[in-house]
């Protein structure tokens, strides 16, 4: 439905209506109307006008009441926005500085791990091997009587005692080997734990610069 005219536009379109439709003046470009009629719609016109100067003046603060508020809104929304932001970004760096924490704790645990079992290993060899020297010994002193027999002992203890050493020695590159093996899996776990964090980063930047 359109809007309704004002009557103030009524009677000037009326006005106009009364001079399109008058009768023309021959030989010249006036027209002839009924003056008491355009008149008074003068007059109508003239007695409408300050309500319709109140009316517009009522819209304009209106129209500017509207404008302060809306500016209010956005200004309030742009408050809101950063609030958010600022709430994601801290969340997002608790976030990353727990999962750094919690990966700083398994690297901890798992070298304390593979420190009990390399220890355990090289123990285990120092034993076996202790163990392999004093029953060398022990053989060697039940033959004691014959020189051969001695001088065979003490070749077998001695081959006892260099395949002990590279036992042990074997040991410790298992240890080693298996330290290091933990390591390179901690740095890959905490290298991803790293790029999740980054990652979330940057998410969180693009939402605040699209805002």
């Not at 004691?144 to 050493?165: F, G, H, P």
Request: glycine share 2%.
């Amino acid at each position: 439905m359109g809007m309704m005219k004002s009557r103030t536009a009524m009677f000037l379109d009326e006005l106009e209506n009364s001079i399109t439709t008058g009768k023309r003046v021959p030989l010249s470009n006036y027209v002839m109307v009924d003056k008491e009629h355009c008149r008074q719609l003068v007059l109508d016109i003239r007695a409408e006008l300050p309500g319709d100067l109140a009316t517009a003046e009522s819209i304009l603060q209106n129209q500017s009441s509207i404008i302060t508020e809306a500016r209010e809104i956005a200004e309030q929304t742009k408050t809101d926005a950063n609030m958010r932001a600022s709430r994601a970004v801290n969340e997002a760096n608790a976030q990353a500085q727990n999962t750094v924490n919690m990966a700083n704790q398994k690297a901890q645990e798992m070298m304390h791990k593979a420190q009990e079992s390399a220890q355990a290993m090289m123990n285990e060899a120092k034993d076996k091997a202790m163990q392999m020297v004093a029953d060398a010994e022990a053989r060697a002193k039940q033959l004691v009587n014959e020189q051969e027999i001695v001088t065979r002992a003490r070749m077998e203890v001695e081959e006892i005692r260099q395949s002990t050493q590279e036992e042990i020695e074997r040991l410790y590159h298992d240890v080693y080997k298996h330290i290091d093996e933990v390591l390179v899996q901690l740095d890959r776990s905490i290298s991803e734990k790293l790029t999740d964090i980054r990652m979330t980063r940057q998410q969180i930047d693009q939402s605040i610069s699209s805002r």
